[in-house]
């Protein structure tokens, strides 16, 4: 055989890399190798870039800085399962930095890291996938990110992963996003209960706790409570506070239980196996501030139905809540403070407060934290509220100051509390001024100027309550509450709009201040809210009518009536009829316009600047005269005094008595009356007589005619003033005084007129010629001679009120207008109390002046509308 010759080896391809195995000390050097297509080389370069940022914060701030990230999120969806995985343990520590979360939102990165939890993927991909997952979830703009990608469901499925940290982060991930309402109303579709129910068994506490979290964020929805009740959650979670050695858990297991109470049928379920009791040992026995203030929310939750109050009562809750008063946690607190609030709903705890539980209130009224004091302050109002006992006990417990400085609290709830506390009180008038005198008033303004309208409704509501006499009004027009009372009249709210109409009609009580709340708006916007069906109120109505009142010349001319007690004084006008919403000039614009072709405007005024002369002759008649020139204001109190005068309108006053003398005024002077005078005498007193209105009407005339602006003077109605009052008012019969006085105005408006001649009497030229010479549309009732219905009405009208004949004004149709007033009738039937009913009569004072006619009968009707 021949020698063996030994083969060469064949050189490598040409075009094949040599194997070079190189050692980099730097991390720049090592992100470049993330864009190698050498799987081994990106394997291994994710696996040294995860042991970097394992180290700390700052070195995946470098790696940001670095451009690694982009590189990576290209490699979740590498085909290589060995690149995929290390790429997603990175992601997973990288996630917790703010700076990589921000930018993996703008790469649109969630997909990809949700496909991640895919269930043929390793478990180790599932803990880092859902880890990264955990940590993005974190801000809103993430969770939303999640949830539109599908990522609930499979966390859902990872719930039930062998392994903890996979379990750990899933129901850590769920936790936040349940926190968005949308993520928590899909729970139940998901069926997501059953195994969050599970990981109670998990022998890790951190696992425990986030289901018991998750839990008591989802069921604060009825879908899901009602699935924890099916699935027996309720046994689960009485299990855990049954076990003292998880006492670590107690205080979230019962917020869940809390939560759960709210649902009726869970509700009966804890109560028929004695969870109810459960809840007050732990609020009575537990020293753990946070399991008390647990325990003490889900007695309020309880407490909602009046079986569960009933039965907490019988186990005496209350003595359980006062002493958690005391507690020196301010969750507690406001914890058992909100108890008490619901427990008082029954009546019988409501009283055992009263003689605990109020004065500890009262101290955490003073308390620095201010959900302590809002707490407070709604137990009180509630306590208070239909109970005067309780109102009087916290005034006795020097609640009152307290209260009235939580009124400038920043908390709305704690100022709206706070105010129907004060309300309650000042339903008595003991307390009542003694709120007063706190200065309550002053207080208010920073409420009625409040956005919040619970805190507005409050605040007038509170107004209405304490503004019932003149000094606390005047408190508050001078405090300048009475503009934004005004303002809140505007608001939208049904609620604040009613209450603020009902303050205005307590402060319109007396003329001061219904004319400041005139000029301040307040009727023009009371009558807005009249004319709109769905905006007005009961009281916006009688607000409306309490400012018209002492606003007559307006009621005249807007409803065409004005009643025995709305007594016309001086600078009264009839602007004539004007529809609702139309604008009611001022008597001053009025008197500055040039005369034209509208509608005369008729004024009442005897005022003057300057004293009338003292009569001697007869000083009852001076009484009557200096108080109808002087002021009409005391004329309105003696009209009131009247025992039987008046007449009321039927849908303004239910009932009047009929009209009849005014006893302010002296009778001494009809003793005159049946004495014989000789011819002397009486010519004589006749001349003293002439002297005497001589006088009258030249002190009339000359008036003070500087400064200020003042209505015209008419000195022919001092006059007649005057002459009723002298000749007049001494009379004793009310009906002879009645015909005396239409007898008396016929005369001075130009006579009887019969019927046939009416359309003859030219009272129109008459009424040009004044306005021509007056040069204004503003004409003094006393200067017309020649008048008809409405003149002599409005003339006979302004004459009784100032001797005290109760009668009133009623605008027809056409330019007519009539007196109407109440006569006794002796053969009446139907006797009341033993005074027959009176009868209502219209007075003429055109055919016949004198006479009168019943108000339903043909000749009055006929006088009226005819």
């Known amino acids: 055989m021949g020698k063996k010759i030994k083969k060469e080896a064949e050189p490598p391809p040409k075009d094949v890399f040599d194997p070079l195995t190189i050692e980099s000390k730097k991390v720049a050097t090592v992100v470049l190798m993330l864009n190698s297509p050498e799987e081994e080389i990106l394997a291994k370069a994710c696996e040294a870039i995860y042991k970097f940022a394992l180290k700390g914060e700052e070195n995946k701030t470098t790696l940001l800085e670095l451009g690694a990230v982009e590189p990576l999120t290209k490699l979740l969806t590498h085909e290589d399962k060995i690149v995929r995985r290390n790429a997603t343990m990175i992601f997973g520590i990288m996630a917790s930095n703010n700076d990589v979360k921000k930018l993996l939102r703008e790469l649109d990165v969630m997909n990809s890291v949700i496909a991640q939890l895919a269930p043929e993927e390793e478990v180790v991909i599932h803990e880092f996938a859902s880890l990264c997952l955990a940590n993005m979830s974190a801000e809103y703009t993430s969770k939303v990110q999640i949830f539109e990608h599908g990522g609930l469901e499979p966390l859902i499925r990872l719930l039930s992963s062998p392994d903890p940290d996979v379990k750990k982060n899933s129901i850590e991930c769920i936790y936040n996003l349940v926190q968005d309402f949308k993520c928590r109303a899909t729970l139940p579709e998901l069926n997501a209960i059953p195994p969050i129910l599970e990981l109670f068994k998990s022998e890790y506490p951190i696992i425990q706790l986030l289901a018991l979290k998750t839990l008591g964020v989802i069921t604060n929805d009825k879908e899901s409570r009602a699935m924890l009740r099916d699935n027996q959650g309720m046994d689960h979670l009485i299990k855990i506070l049954e076990a003292k050695e998880l006492n670590d858990l107690h205080i979230e297991a019962l917020s869940v239980i809390a939560n759960c109470l709210e649902d009726m049928d869970t509700m009966v379920q804890i109560q028929q196996t004695g969870g109810l009791k459960k809840l007050l040992v732990f609020a009575e026995n537990s020293t753990i501030p946070d399991i008390q203030k647990n325990a003490a929310k889900a007695i309020t939750k309880a407490a909602y139905e009046p079986e569960n109050r009933k039965f907490f009562h019988e186990q005496e809750v209350e003595k359980c809540l006062v002493t958690l008063l005391g507690s020196e946690s301010d969750g507690t607190k406001i914890a058992a403070s909100q108890a008490i609030s619901v427990m008082c709903e029954n009546s019988a705890s409501k009283e055992f407060f009263n003689h605990q539980g109020i004065p500890q209130l009262v101290q955490l009224l003073k308390s620095d934290n201010e959900e302590v004091r809002e707490a407070a302050a709604l137990a009180l109002a509630n306590l208070t509220t239909c109970n005067p006992t309780n109102a009087n006990a916290a005034a006795e417990a020097d609640g009152i100051d307290p209260l009235v400085n939580i009124l400038s609290s920043k908390r709305d709830g704690a100022v709206a509390n706070a105010a129907t506390v004060l309300t309650n009180m000042a339903m008595q008038e003991a307390l009542r001024v003694s709120i007063q005198n706190h200065d309550i008033m002053h207080a208010l303004i920073g409420p009625l100027?409040?956005?919040?309208?619970?805190?507005?409704?409050?605040?007038?509501?509170?107004?209405?309550?304490?503004?019932?006499?003149?000094?606390?009004?005047?408190?508050?027009?001078?405090?300048?509450?009475?503009?934004?009372?005004?303002?809140?009249?505007?608001?939208?709210?049904?609620?604040?709009?009613?209450?603020?109409?009902?303050?205005?009609?307590?402060?319109?009580?007396?003329?001061?201040?219904?004319?400041?709340?005139?000029?301040?708006?307040?009727?023009?916007?009371?009558?807005?809210?009249?004319?709109?069906?769905?905006?007005?109120?009961?009281?916006?109505?009688?607000?409306?009518?309490?400012?018209?009142?002492?606003?007559?010349s307006l009621k005249y001319s807007q409803t065409g009536y004005l009643s025995s007690s709305n007594i016309i004084s001086d600078g009264f006008y009839d602007y004539g009829r004007i529809n609702p919403g139309t604008k009611f000039w001022p008597l001053k614009d009025l008197c500055l316009q040039e005369p034209n072709d509208l509608r005369t405007i008729l004024l009442v005024n005897s005022k003057s600047d300057v004293s009338p002369p003292p009569s001697t002759e007869d000083k009852s008649s001076e009484v009557g005269y200096g108080r109808s020139i002087s002021s009409s204001s005391s004329l309105r109190r003696a009209s009131k005094e009247k025992a039987s005068a008046g007449f009321g309108s039927p849908t303004e006053e239910k009932s009047e008595p009929a009209s009849g003398r005014n006893t302010a005024v002296s009778k001494s002077a009809t003793k005159e009356k049946g004495s014989r005078k000789s011819k002397g005498k009486k010519e004589e007193e006749k001349q003293k007589e002439e002297e005497e209105v001589t006088v009258v009407l030249k002190w009339a005339g000359e008036g003070n005619q500087d400064k200020e602006w003042s209505p015209p003077a008419d000195p022919d109605f001092c006059a007649y003033v005057y002459e009723v009052t002298k000749s007049i008012l001494p009379i004793t019969d009310i009906r002879e005084q009645i015909e005396a006085l239409a007898k008396y105005v016929a005369e001075k408006m130009g006579g009887k007129i019969p019927k046939d001649k009416l359309q003859d009497f030219s009272w129109e030229l008459h009424i040009s010629e004044l306005k021509f010479q007056l040069k204004s549309n503003v004409v003094p009732i006393g200067q017309i001679k020649k008048g008809i219905f409405y003149h002599r009405a409005l003339l006979f009208k302004a004459l009784a009120d100032r001797i005290g004949i109760g009668c009133s004004l009623v605008r027809g149709e056409y330019g007519r207008a009539w007196n109407e007033v109440k006569l006794m009738n002796e053969s009446q039937k139907g006797v009341i109390g033993g005074l027959p009913p009176p009868e209502e009569y219209v007075v003429d004072l055109m055919f016949h002046p004198g006479a009168l006619m019943r108000l339903k009968s043909k000749e009055a009707d006929r006088y009226r509308f005819l």
């Open 449 to 552: 100027h409040s956005a919040n309208m619970v805190v507005q409704s409050k605040a007038a509501l509170t107004i209405a309550a304490t503004a019932c006499d003149a000094e606390a009004r005047t408190e508050l027009r001078n405090s300048g509450g009475l503009e934004p009372l005004i303002e809140l009249l505007r608001s939208k709210n049904d609620e604040v709009r009613r209450h603020a109409s009902w303050a205005v009609m307590v402060c319109a009580g007396d003329e001061l201040m219904a004319a400041e709340l005139c000029r301040l708006g307040a009727l023009e916007i009371l009558e807005e809210i009249n004319l709109s069906v769905t905006r007005k109120n009961k009281f916006s109505e009688v607000a409306y009518n309490k400012l018209l009142n002492n606003h007559l």
